[in-house]
């Protein structure tokens, strides 16, 4: 429980001074914060309140989370909480300098919303594009649950009611494990099959015709398959979730009701989830000890655990999570070390001999803390924006087609869940280039087959 002493009230007061100021720029970086009508931008601002300020400040607090017995360093909390704080001002303030830089009128981001969905009146050369690509990663998903065996299949071991200690192992045997090429499974069978569903599901909407609707039917079955291949539940929630800004993207109006109903059914599947998959009670998992704890908590923890660790027990990795060639190009590294599996080593080496823990992914600036100390913090939270800034200001002033759509709404759902997943993503990722290449391949080849009048 929270003691309102003199001290918690005084983090109160100035937690809610930084909010207040932060929604403000929030809101003149965004144009508005409507969570219907959402943009990267303003996707940011909840990403950042609910899931980094809100829970560093409840830290503060005295609000424990099982990671709270691998935090030595009373201060780190504080260095954390503030450090949380002026991230949130600064992120949009560095976007709004760069809008009147740019003279950028923050009202497109909602007349995009209204504008037309530019297709071809014959879509069958665009047909065939998708039918191809979708032979494609429908076989790597295939390949992917091939390669791990029915045997070892988190999803075939949930069903027939394994531990919850087995599936924890069997969960990471079928990411770091992985027996097949990783390639197929990572780019074609994760990255690029929900992608493809996007573009197959705007063509759905816009034409309405059989074969689109039997494609997309396809193409969902299959990202649904490959989000849950290790019954992890956020991929699977991220995926269902990505369809309400997909179809803002598209021209929708989301009405509060759908939006309130679409909540609560990923409530209901994060419960079921959790009660098999973990082995949680139902009063667990609706006390703030159970998912509430996890959702609000874990990534706050994450990141105060990566200051704990690299200021008093880990040296600074200098650049090795720089993901390849820039890492080797730049300091000769010739692997990459991502920082929260470090840290998970470090507080949970036991969980890691076992193949039961994976990674601690939080805000962004501890992977840029840990590389970099107090400069990579200082300079991710410039940088970061600016990234934040260039997508949404690309997109915007793109032709509306199916995979523009798709491919903004594969960058915004990127983009704002890596706020909690890391820093080098924002560096370089080479799984965000080869979907932008892919649908930069797609549009030409629907030149070409138009050309030759398919």
């Known amino acids: 429980m929270i003691s309102f002493d003199l001290m918690n009230l005084s983090i109160i007061v100035i937690s809610i001074i930084f909010v ?36 560093t400040t ?21 260095i954390a909480w503030l450090t949380t704080l002026i991230l949130f001002v600064v992120f949009p303030s560095v976007i709004i300098v760069l809008n009147k ?18 297709i071809y009146e014959n879509s069958n050369s665009e047909f065939i594009t998708m039918l191809i690509a979708t032979v494609v990663v429908v076989s790597a998903v295939i390949y992917t649950y091939a390669m791990i065996g029915i045997n070892n299949s988190p999803v075939y071991n949930l069903i027939i009611g394994t531990s919850p200690e087995k599936l924890g192992q069997l969960r990471n045997m079928a990411d770091s494990g992985f027996p097949g090429n990783q390639y197929i499974k990572n780019i074609f069978a994760i990255a690029l099959t929900p992608f493809i569903s996007y573009i197959a599901y705007i063509y759905m909407r816009k034409t309405k015709e059989k074969r689109w609707i039997l494609l997309f039917i396809i193409l969902f079955i299959a990202s649904n398959l490959i989000a849950f291949y290790n019954i992890q539940k956020a991929p699977i929630i991220i995926y269902w979730g990505s369809f309400l800004i997909l179809s ?14 679409i909540c609560l059914i990923s409530v209901i599947a994060i419960i079921i989830m959790y009660m098999r998959i973990s082995g949680s009670t139902l009063d667990r ?3 703030f000890q159970g998912p509430i704890n996890r959702i609000i908590m ?23 999570s720089l993901p390849n060639p820039l890492g080797r190009l730049i300091f000769g590294y010739d692997s990459v070390v991502r920082s929260g599996r470090v840290v998970m080593e470090t507080v949970n080496f036991y969980g890691i001999r076992i193949g ?20 990579g913090v200082f300079a991710s939270m410039i940088h970061v924006p600016i990234v934040f800034f260039i997508v949404n200001y690309i997109f915007v002033k793109l032709k509306k ?37 892919t649908a930069i391949a797609m549009a030409i080849f629907n030149k070409i087959l138009r050309k030759f009048n398919i």
């Open 285 to 287: 998992i609706l006390s």
């Open 298 to 320: 874990t990534t706050p923890s994450s990141y105060i655990l990566h200051l704990e660790v690299f200021t008093y027990r880990t040296p600074l990795l200098y650049g090795a």
């Open 356 to 375: 039961t823990s994976g990674v601690y992914n939080g805000l962004f600036l501890g992977e840029a803390y840990a590389n970099f100390g107090k400069w």
């Open 20 to 55: 207040i100021l932060g929604t403000l720029l929030f809101r003149k970086a965004a144009g508005n914060l409507n969570p219907m009508t959402i943009n990267p931008i303003s996707g940011a601002y909840y990403f950042l309140l609910f899931l980094s300020v809100l829970g």
């Open 58 to 78: 409840l830290f503060l607090l005295g609000i424990t989370h099982h990671t709270s017995r691998y935090m030595t360093h009373g201060n780190i909390k504080q």
């Open 101 to 118: 830089l740019f003279k950028y009128d923050t009202g497109i981001n909602l007349d995009y919303q209204h504008r037309d969905v530019k």
């Open 401 to 437: 087609t199916p995979i523009t759509i798709a491919l903004f709404t594969y960058w915004t759902v990127n983009l704002l869940f890596t706020i909690n997943g890391g820093y080098f993503d924002y560096v370089f990722s080479m799984i965000w280039t080869l979907v932008t290449l």
């Open 248 to 261: 803002m993207y598209y021209g929708d109006k989301i009405k509060l009701k759908y939006f309130i109903a």
